[in-house]
Nanobody, 113 residues
Framework: QVQLVESGGALVQPGGSLRLSCAAS????????LGWFRQAPGKQREFVAF???????NYADSIKGRFTISRDNAKNTVYLQMNSLKPEDTAVYYCRDYSSNSWGLGTQVTVSS
């Protein structure tokens, strides 16, 4: 069983930056495809980004050029660096392990002045 714990969510002003972290345990992290999703109030959960075991990445068009996903296999952690944040980025952000289809409980990001 995989356990995922997100952290780093906060209230930030438009144009600001945050870095989210997702700490994983319970399986061989280095072989996992890991992703970030988000769910805004009243909306469905949507894909944000993923990173493969080899470091290849893919991003949703809505955040491309502003967000960067990365991983540190030695720390069993995946990150989401978010820059130039907009009010429409407000959501609960979730980490996902594709291999086991495990999800974390999420971390709240609020972008507001």
């Amino acid at each position: 069983q995989v356990q995922l714990v997100e952290s780093g969510g906060a209230l930030v002003q438009p144009g600001g930056s945050l870095r989210l972290s997702c700490a994983a345990s319970g399986r061989i992290f280095s072989r996992s495809i890991l992703g970030w999703f988000r769910q805004a109030p009243g909306k469905q959960r949507e894909f944000v980004a993923f990173i493969t075991s080899g470091g290849a990445t893919n991003y949703a068009d809505s955040i491309k050029g502003r967000f960067t996903i990365s991983r540190d296999n030695a720390k069993n952690t995946v990150y989401l660096q978010m820059n130039s944040l907009k009010p429409e980025d407000t959501a609960v952000y979730y980490c996902r392990d594709y291999s086991s289809n495990s999800w974390g409980l999420g971390t709240q990001v609020t972008v507001s002045s």
